[in-house]
């Protein structure tokens, strides 16, 4: 089993920035792929950006290209979340999740989730 814990949500005024965090613990052997997901009230849950873990091959959501960044720090087992210029619509609850590097980097398929981070962004 594979343990997430998310952290860095929080309440930022649109075009402000804010690093998400995501700490695993476990079978971490089995999250090499990390990444993060968002649901907003009413909507579907969205893929966000997921990366390998030797970082070498990456995937963003249109929505988010030019403005978010995932990134790793594999000896702490934790992968990160820049979020630049936010804006209204990117307010949701941030998932971080976790898989085995067999699955498509660009697949919303993971094995593993965290609880969830709340991120609002205000207009």
């Known amino acids: 089993q594979v343990q997430l814990v998310e952290s860095g949500g929080g309440l930022v005024q649109a075009g402000g920035s804010l690093r998400l965090s995501c700490t695993a613990s476990?079978?971490?052997?089995?999250?090499?792929?990390m990444g993060w997901l968002r649901q907003a009230p009413g909507k579907e849950r969205e893929f966000v950006a997921a990366?390998?873990?030797?970082?070498?091959?990456?995937f963003y959501a249109d929505s988010v290209k030019g403005r978010f960044t995932i990134s790793r720090d594999n000896t702490k087992n934790t992968v990160f979340l820049q979020m630049n210029d936010l804006k209204p619509e990117d307010t949701a609850v941030y998932y971080c999740?976790?898989?085995?590097?067999?699955?498509?980097?660009?697949?919303?398929?993971?094995?593993?989730w965290g609880q969830g981070t709340q991120v609002t962004v205000s207009s």
């Open positions: 990366n390998r873990r030797n970082g070498d091959i990456t």
């Open positions: 999740a976790a898989s085995s590097a067999l699955i498509s980097i660009s697949s919303p398929t993971f094995e593993y």
């Open positions: 476990g079978r971490t052997f089995s999250s090499a792929r």
